[in-house]
């Protein structure tokens, strides 16, 4: 299991972000070093139907890329929200998802968030230690 830990302030806004996209869905950037996030990058929502799906800005993606290369924060995972679903990984999800061991954080407006790392067995659950 991956040793994860997460500030409040990244908790915060994630669930912040979650709340001020309903009735879309939310979706950012985990950033950090090792297995510790410190940043949550929110990003748009370009998906044809953001109130069912998320699909985070390429450009975005490819900016976090060059930062990570140039010696800056890693883009450790994927955050998104179900604005009228679950904090667990949805069937599109599941489809969707790299299987890269990248962490992805599915938040819901209510404030709950379930923590997951997706590789090759799919999707697996993970309890971060949430630091000040």
Do not use: Y
């Not at 370009?46 to 490819?62: M, S, T, W």
């Not at 890329?65 to 998104?80: D, M, S, T, W, Y």
């Amino acid at each position: 299991m991956l040793d994860l830990s997460v500030t409040r302030t990244v908790i915060d806004a994630m669930t912040a972000a979650a709340g001020m996209a309903v009735p879309d869905e939310a979706c950012g950037l985990l950033l950090g070093q090792g297995g510790h996030i410190d940043a949550f990058r929110p990003t748009a929502n370009v998906a044809p139907d953001p109130a069912r799906h998320f699909e985070i800005d390429p450009a975005a993606l490819i900016a976090a890329h060059k930062v990570e290369r140039a010696g800056g924060k890693r883009l450790i995972g994927f955050f998104h929200s179900h604005p009228t679903g679950l904090p667990e990984p949805s069937a599109t999800d599941r489809a969707q998802a790299a299987r890269d061991g990248r962490v992805w954080a599915i938040a819901t407006p209510d404030g709950a968030i379930g923590w997951f790392v997706s590789d090759v067995a799919g999707f697996m659950p993970l309890v971060p230690q949430i630091l000040p």
